[in-house]
């Protein structure tokens, strides 16, 4: 349970992160209060928002240490999912893509317009 609990939150990071603009909006607004309307926006990083990989490790590390879990072989796990996150972000483009393409044949087949 543990093991799927990380992958489900891995999972989440990796939406908000990479498949969203939720980063890109949160820094204008940071922007906006330092710097006011009137200032140009420059792009920039906050370390480790903004980062599905350095996200999913922290978030991780913290939920099995909080869980009483933390060992080696969960660390391991948590790396592991830290490294993969570029997988699984092209999985969930890999199974929108499919189910875009699905619900387009229904329509053809269907001859709805």
Do not use: A
Not at 78 to 99: A, C, E, H, K, M
């Amino acid at each position: 349970m543990l093991y799927l609990n990380l992958f489900i939150i891995s999972c989440i990071l990796v939406i908000i992160t990479d498949l969203t603009d939720f980063f890109q909006n949160i820094k204008k607004l940071i922007w906006g209060w330092v710097f006011g309307k009137g200032k140009v926006y420059k792009d920039f990083s906050i370390k480790p928002l903004g980062c599905s990989l350095c996200e999913t490790f922290w978030c991780g590390l913290i939920y099995i240490l909080v869980m009483g879990q933390f060992s080696i072989m969960n660390i391991g796990f948590v790396v592991l999912l830290s490294y993969l996150t570029p997988v699984i972000r092209n999985g969930f483009i890999l199974i929108q893509d499919f189910l875009l393409r699905f619900i387009e044949w229904w329509y053809n087949i269907l001859h709805i317009q």
